[in-house]
Structures are given as structure tokens and as C-alpha cells.
């Protein structure tokens, strides 16, 4: 498992912009993919962004335009720009790790990770 630690959130009005990052734990096992997912009030869990160790990036279609996944491989970090935002973007927004490998005694494996998450709320 990797800790991960969300920062940036809070209240902002439409139209307005926010900077989320997260900073993962040190780990043994590298992290292939970073992203971000977002559980809006009374929803499920949705899938906004990912970043991939080959930098490879992908977006929901409800997102695109306006935010944009950042990856720092060697900091363990990864952001995400939200630009004019609204007020259907009002969630929970988790940080997300994925790692897929081999060890001794287990072979091959795959892990994901979550932060605890952070509040952004659009609202006037």
C-alpha cells in the first residue's frame, strides 16, 4: 500500500479555478499509474483523470478542456488544474496509485491505492 496525501481544496465560485496535488509515500514497489477520481454528494466513485509512468494521459469527457493532470515521477507527486469550474464539480476528490509487479513469496501482484480525499465545492 502507498500513503497518499491530498491538498487544494475548498470553496470557490463558478467560473473560478483550483490546484489540487498529492504526494505519495516512499514505496518499494514503483507507482505505474496516478490519477484522480471524484465522488460527487449521494453518487458513486468517478474516474476524472490518470497519468501513466509512459506519460500517457487520459480524461473524463466531462472534464476535458478544462482540467489537466500534471506527474512528477520522481517527486511522487501528481496535480490536477481545474479551470472554470462549476457547480456539478462539487465532490470528494481522491488520489489514486496504481503498482503492478513481482515479489518474493507473492510473484505477481497489483495494488491501488487512496488518499483520504478533499472537498471542492462550486458554489456562489
Known amino acids: 500500500q502507498v500513503h497518499l496525501v491530498e491538498s487544494g481544496g475548498g470553496l470557490v465560485q463558478p467560473g473560478g479555478s483550483l490546484r489540487l496535488s498529492c504526494t505519495a509515500s516512499?514505496?518499494?514497489?514503483?507507482?505505474?499509474?496516478m490519477g484522480w477520481y471524484r465522488q460527487p454528494p449521494g453518487k458513486q466513485r468517478e474516474l476524472v483523470a490518470v497519468?501513466?509512468?509512459?506519460?500517457?494521459?487520459n480524461y473524463a469527457d466531462f472534464v476535458r478542456g478544462r482540467f489537466t493532470i500534471s506527474r512528477d515521477i520522481a517527486q511522487n507527486t501528481v496535480s490536477l488544474q481545474m479551470n472554470n469550474l462549476k457547480p456539478e464539480d462539487t465532490a470528494v476528490y481522491y488520489c489514486?496509485?496504481?503498482?503492478?509487479?513481482?515479489?518474493?513469496?507473492?510473484?505477481?501482484?497489483?495494488?491501488?491505492?487512496w488518499g483520504q480525499g478533499t472537498q471542492v465545492t462550486v458554489s456562489s
Open positions: 516512499r514505496s518499494a514497489f514503483s507507482i505505474d499509474t
Open positions: 497519468a501513466t509512468g509512459s506519460g500517457t494521459t
Open positions: 489514486h496509485a496504481h503498482q503492478e509487479g513481482w515479489k518474493y513469496g507473492v510473484g505477481n501482484f497489483q495494488n491501488d491505492s
